[in-house]
């Protein structure tokens, strides 16, 4: 399942290193997986994300690989490139009505 994700799936950590507490409070995480179960924990929580529009994940990887070591203001002009062309593709728009109208969405749309 990690390996068909369209970004990267593991992170290297150069510098200052934080607890995962601190980082959750910081919102720098979205969650923190307990040790025992690890690979399950991470499994669901990859399969939870590959359901997404694949224009949107293809979008965020984008602004990811590209927008980190930008000036802030050049990084959110990419961000609302993205968004722009996201909105634009209906995928957006397909998503919302899938939700509205309480079904799955055509993710080829």
Do not use: W
Not at 57 to 78: C, F, G
């Amino acid at each position: 399942m990690l390996a068909h994700l369209p970004f990267p799936t593991i992170a290297a950590i150069n510098g200052l290193c934080f607890s995962g507490g601190l980082e959750l409070s910081l919102g720098l995480l979205n969650h923190v997986f307990e040790k025992g179960d690890f690979l399950q924990q991470v499994e669901t929580y990859m399969e939870s994300l590959v359901v997404n529009g694949p224009r949107a994940l293809k979008s965020v990887k984008h602004i990811v690989d590209t927008a980190i070591p930008l000036s802030e203001k050049k990084a959110l002009a990419i961000e609302s490139e993205q968004a722009v062309d996201t909105i634009l593709s209906g995928q957006c728009i397909e998503g919302i009505s899938a939700f509205l109208e309480k079904r799955e969405p055509d993710r080829q749309k």
